[in-house]
């Protein structure tokens, strides 16, 4: 198994590698220069050249298959990350259904603020504000089925907010807490980890945590399909007691035929439904059909990438249900928001702490913003709380299909 310091990628600016995404875009402020981002460029190259053409007709549950035995091979004891979303949820039934071990179950969820009547669980919406009807209709009942069905596997619950005071945010928060995802509440997700992971590495025990992070990225440009990863995809912070076992299913250097087999499956779809083509073309190409598209809302960004991903749940992940609950995603920050918490996270507005943490948060983002020049922050800042994405290098996928 390849073992990296650079687990989420790295930034490179003239020449430097750095791994954080604050300290790049400032490194590349204060030099006047551009930050990019690289994700195993040369291993994808590779392996997107040696891909065996014949695989393609294979099912993606046999890649699926052989991944969770390679993770199985390769530790002692497995942990899953899991959120009921399609992501991990396809993990966890492709070990299951195989028969290969999964030794635990880890979830991370806002449990204080559960059962206050803050919120009042609904299937109806499927906004991203509604995100916590997902442990009342999805999550709670996956545990019980587990619990019942599979009791040799252990089922451990972290409250996140439990860290949510105001001595966690210092001056090293975005240097030394935040990866590239730099919320309130992803800062504290981050450095939650699994007492039980903790526990077995500090015995000497290989553990891994396996997350399933996020969907592949497929686009089209003029006549040209290519893949690219995304830094906010990449943003686990590795357990300090097990630095070296954080494990990403799908875009992995260990086995990179399984996002570029993804990404296969997902051109033989749009091959078979080209009018739903255009959600995958580059944006130049798009508009040289569209000339609206310059004048593309945020709104109209979020409907395009809520189908997008929709297809690769169909494609990617045959073990999801569609009937299964599920909240969109956040794609920006809510104008009734403080700066800092993202749709998914409003709940944190309840903690009885909150506003003080609120405020540490926003001091010591604005004084980072403030060593930025104001052509990085335009280039860089999507909204006055949030970086704009880092897209990796491009892929081309030349397989006639």
């Known amino acids: ?6 687990l989420n990628g790295y930034y490179l600016v003239d020449g430097e590698i750095i791994e954080n995404k604050m300290y790049a875009i400032l490194k590349a402020s204060e030099k006047n220069t551009t930050a990019t981002w690289c994700y195993y460029d040369k291993i994808y190259e590779d392996a997107v050249k040696k891909f065996d053409t014949l695989k393609i007709l294979e099912p993606l549950t046999n890649t699926y298959k052989k991944r969770a035995q390679q993770l199985r091979d390769s530790y002692d004891y497995l942990i899953l990350n899991y959120s009921g979303g399609s992501d991990s949820h396809n993990i966890l ?42 442990w009342d209709l999805v999550l709670k009942k996956d545990l019980e089925w587990l619990s019942n069905t599979y009791p040799e596997i252990t089922i451990e619950i972290a409250d996140w907010t ?50 399933g992070v996020d969907k592949p990225n497929l686009v089209k440009h003029e006549n040209t399909w290519a893949m690219h990863f995304v830094d906010t995809a990449c943003m686990a912070q590795p357990n300090p007691e097990n630095p070296n076992g954080t494990e990403y299913f799908y875009f992995t250097p260990n086995m990179p035929e399984v996002a570029i087999h993804q990404a296969y499956k997902l051109i033989q779809w749009y091959n078979r439904n080209p009018n739903s083509e255009h959600l995958a073309l580059s944006l130049p190409t798009l508009t040289k059909q569209d000339p609206s598209v310059p004048n593309w809302t945020d709104d109209d960004y979020y409907k395009r990438y809520h189908n997008t991903s929709e297809i690769v749940k169909l494609v990617c992940y045959p073990y999801w249900d569609f009937n299964r ?61 949030t970086f704009a994405v880092f897209k990796s290098k491009y892929h081309p996928l030349y397989i006639h299909l």
């Open 1 to 6: 198994m390849i073992t990296t310091n650079n």
């Open 162 to 211: 439990d860290t949510v005071i105001e001595s966690f945010y210092t001056d090293d928060l975005f240097s030394k807490y935040v990866t590239n995802l730099p919320s309130i509440a992803r800062s504290q997700k981050q450095n939650t980890y699994s007492k039980k992971e903790t526990e077995l590495a500090f015995k000497g025990i290989k553990v891994a945590s396996i997350y």
């Open 325 to 385: 609950f599920q909240a969109a995603k956040p794609f920006s920050q809510l104008t009734d928001l403080p700066m800092g918490v993202r749709a998914w996270d409003n709940i944190l507005t309840k903690l009885p702490n909150f506003d003080r943490v609120q405020q540490a948060w926003e001091y010591h983002w604005r004084s980072y913003l403030n060593m930025m020049s104001p052509e990085h922050k335009r280039k860089h800042l999507r909204s006055k709380d």
């Open 93 to 134: 039934m492709t070990f299951l259904k195989n028969n290969i071990k999964l030794d635990h179950i880890y979830v991370q969820w806002p449990m204080s603020l559960m059962d206050k009547g803050i919120y009042t669980p609904n299937n109806i919406d499927k906004s991203n504000g509604n995100f916590h009807s997902e």
